[in-house]
């Protein structure tokens, strides 16, 4: 059997050590195992497992048990790891068995197995919960309560702040704020829950919030003067929202809420003369309201009157004032307009003497001013004496126009002092709107139409204490609507200028004007002006020209009348489209065209001749000149044979195509190792070249007129072989043209 022995750094196993062993000397060395499973433990529940550190001696084998529910990692191992169930730590303590097995044959009566067993003990670990967090006002205190379990003991600490605790240890303290815990608005507050050995401590924080007391200042005592607003001067401090009142008063705010609302006072307050205007500044909760309080003073407004407004006859010389006021400190009475003089100007019922500027047909204006009682502003009121002088009257301007019937206004007459009116005629005319107003309209009779004139009169009759009457005269010319003519109808040629025969009575103007798109050429004004027709006035044949009369100011209504113009076209005529044929042909022509009414006549540059030489549809035949030459030009003349006189002509270009020819040019002779270079071929009046041979050697080019041959081999074992050139013709021609040329190939010695 092998001893074994396990040392752990520890001086209380080292004495048990020595002991086992002194008792196994005294034992005659008995081989028993024993077996130290290390005493009672503690670990804290939040602690997942614990190494038990056994000790053991003389032993083969280790088992270990629990009577809890928890697992070793190997309960073999002297010093194995437990980790603690959910029941275990719910328990709160189990009991652990170490079990040490030694051989029984050198230990037959000794303890076998050696036993030993431990208290595990597990301890909750501490919970702290030190409250929501609170909202206090600076002058409250915190009243503190901790919540814990598992808990040795609490600590309330207040991290760096400047407040004091009723007692730091306690569970439900009192905390004082300090100065800086209330100027920096919040304050941290920290409850540690102190751990049975071995957990460890627990913390939990609150925030404390300190709200600063609202105060409250609504401004000094005011005074406003009736009719007046008034703008409160408050200045709330640490405030969320303010509320301004205003009693038993009836007046009212711009805004309650603002903090310099204006306060518009109400019948009673004016009544009372005083009103008490009271700031309310909301404190943030839990701090309490603050109120304040300021007395505004109605002043009653002053009123002042100069009395009603008069009117005098120029001959009066002293005028009675009747002025009067209410609160008011004094009175004063100025000369607003006029340059007479007050007899007492401080009275309000002082006589005015007229001065020597306060004439017929002014006005004198008088001021009485009330001084007010502070803060009321001065009043003061006007009212004026109205001289009355003669009456005028002014009918206009002397003279003036009508057409026919049409009325005539009379808005510039004007008459002022007047006490009534009356219009009067020496015709038959009427006046609309009333013989008595200023301003009527007049209508001429018939006789005033038949005699071209008429006088008016008006008469301005004077105001009272003035008599009689004045008048003034106006002289009104009758006209009458235009009359006229445009004229017979014509006719004229597309190329001439037609002059008109338009005439007119009492028109002040006389314009022509076409439905055409002719010309009068800047005579549109004339009775006789000069129409040239346009390009559609001659496709239509005819145009209608009117002829309108603008009458005299102040007849409106124009009056025209037309005349028609029929337009007769010189001749015009059109060859045909330029056109190219080939030698040989001739040109049928079929788009020839020509307007009626006239003689036709076709002509040529050129030696052909024409089928027919006076029909718009006709066959040209080419000359021998025409052909050589390759251009002709057939021209067609149209004569006129209507009222307008002349004759047109247009020309048409033919041209003509000869057709290609083509020479291959000499024979040649070349030895079997040489190329031919084709120099003698020619061609005239092709559109393209083409070569080919009827041997199988090839061209250099077989598109161009002097290409370069080289023979193949079977051309030279043929001997010879045959080069031919063709000419394409060019459009409208359709014939080719071709040549030969043999060329002999010597085979070299």
């Not at 009157?305 to 009117?311: F, L, R």
């Amino acid at each position: 059997m092998v001893r074994k022995y396990t040392i752990v750094n520890n001086k209380l196993r080292f004495v048990l050590l020595v002991i086992i062993l002194f008792f196994g000397v005294l034992q005659g060395y008995s081989q028993c195992p024993t077996a130290d499973a290390d005493g009672d433990q503690s670990i804290c529940s939040t602690i997942n497992s614990i190494l038990l550190e056994g000790v053991a001696t003389d032993y083969d084998s280790i088992a270990w048990e629990t009577y809890g529910t928890g697992t070793f990692d190997d309960a073999t191992l002297l010093q194995p790891v437990y980790t603690p169930s959910a029941a275990d730590i719910t328990g709160g303590s189990l009991l652990i068995v170490m079990r040490v097995y030694g051989d029984t044959a050198t230990c037959p009566s000794g303890p076998n197995p050696a036993t030993d067993q431990l208290t595990l003990s597990i301890i909750p670990p501490p919970t702290a919960d030190a409250g929501d967090d609170q909202t206090i006002c600076e002058t409250d205190n915190v009243s503190l309560l901790a919540t814990v379990t598992y808990e040795a003991s609490v600590v309330w600490s207040n991290n760096g702040g400047d407040g004091t605790f009723s007692s730091t240890t306690a569970y439900n303290p009192t905390y004082y704020p300090g100065p800086n815990d209330i100027s920096n608005s919040s304050l941290l507050i920290t409850l540690t829950a102190v751990g049975n050995s071995p957990c460890t401590n627990a913390t939990n924080e609150l925030i404390v919030t300190i709200n600063q007391s609202p105060e409250a200042n609504a401004g000094s005592d005011a005074s406003v003067c009736e009719g007046s607003t008034y703008t409160l001067d408050g200045t709330p401090t640490n405030e969320t929202s303010i509320l301004w009142s205003n009693g038993t008063g009836d007046g009212t705010f711009s805004s309650t809420t603002a903090e310099d609302p204006i306060y518009t006072p109400g019948t009673a307050d004016i009544a009372a003369g005083t009103v008490t205007l009271t700031m309310t500044a909301y404190g943030q909760s839990p701090c309490a309201d603050d109120t304040d309080a300021m007395t505004l003073t109605i002043v009653a407004s002053p009123t002042t009157s100069a009395g009603d407004d008069q009117t005098i006859c120029e001959s009066t010389t002293v005028v009675a004032l009747a002025g009067s006021s209410v609160n008011t400190a004094s009175e004063l009475w100025e000369i607003v307009s006029g340059d007479g003089t007050f007899e007492d100007a401080t009275s309000p019922t002082s006589n005015y003497n007229l001065g020597p500027g306060d004439v017929s047909g002014t006005t004198v204006i008088l001021k009485l001013t009330g001084t007010a009682n502070s803060p009321c502003s001065d009043v003061s009121d006007q009212m004026s004496i109205t001289i009355n002088p003669e009456a005028t009257v002014n009918a206009g301007p002397a003279t003036g126009t009508i057409c026919g019937s049409n009325p005539f206004s009379l808005s510039s007459a004007t008459a002022s002092n007047y006490l009534s009116l009356l219009w009067e005629t020496d015709g038959d005319g009427t006046f609309n709107g009333g013989e008595n107003t200023q301003n009527p309209d007049y209508t001429s009779g018939p006789n005033d139409i038949i005699d071209g004139i008429v006088n008016l009169t008006f008469k301005a009759y004077n105001q009272t204490p003035c008599t009689g009457f004045n008048s003034d005269f106006l002289t009104l010319t009758v006209n009458t609507a235009p009359i006229v003519s445009a004229g017979l109808n014509g006719s004229t040629c597309d190329t001439s200028v037609y002059t008109l025969s338009g005439t007119s009575s009492n028109s002040s103007q006389d314009t022509w004007t076409t439905l055409g798109d002719g010309s009068f050429n800047g005579t549109e004004h004339n009775l006789n002006a000069e129409y040239t027709p346009g390009t559609n006035d001659i496709a239509a044949g005819t145009v209608t020209l009117t002829l309108t009369a603008s009458p005299v100011s102040p007849c409106t209504t124009s009056e025209d009348d037309s005349m028609i113009l029929t337009i007769i076209s010189d001749p015009t005529v059109y060859a045909g489209a330029d056109e190219t044929i080939c030698e040989g042909s001739n040109l049928d022509i079929t788009d020839a065209t020509a307007s009626s009414s006239v003689v036709l006549a076709w002509i040529t540059d050129g030696d052909g001749s024409f089928t027919s030489t006076t029909s718009l549809v006709t066959t040209y035949i080419p000359g021998t000149t025409d052909i050589n030459t390759g251009t002709v030009n057939l021209e067609l003349t149209a004569t006129s044979t209507g009222a307008c006189s002349g004759s047109v002509s247009d020309t048409r270009i033919l041209t003509i195509k000869n057709n290609p020819t083509a020479n291959a040019g000499s024979d040649e002779t070349i030895c079997n190792t040489e190329t031919l270079t084709i120099s003698t071929a020619t061609a005239v009046d092709y559109l393209d070249l083409l070569w080919t041979t009827s041997g199988t050697g090839n061209f250099t080019s077989e598109n161009t007129l002097n290409p370069t041959y080289t023979p193949s081999a079977g051309d030279i074992s043929a001997g010879s072989v045959t080069l031919t050139l063709t000419a394409s013709a060019q459009n409208p021609c359709s014939s080719s043209s071709s040549d030969n040329m043999l060329l002999t190939i010597h085979l070299h010695p």
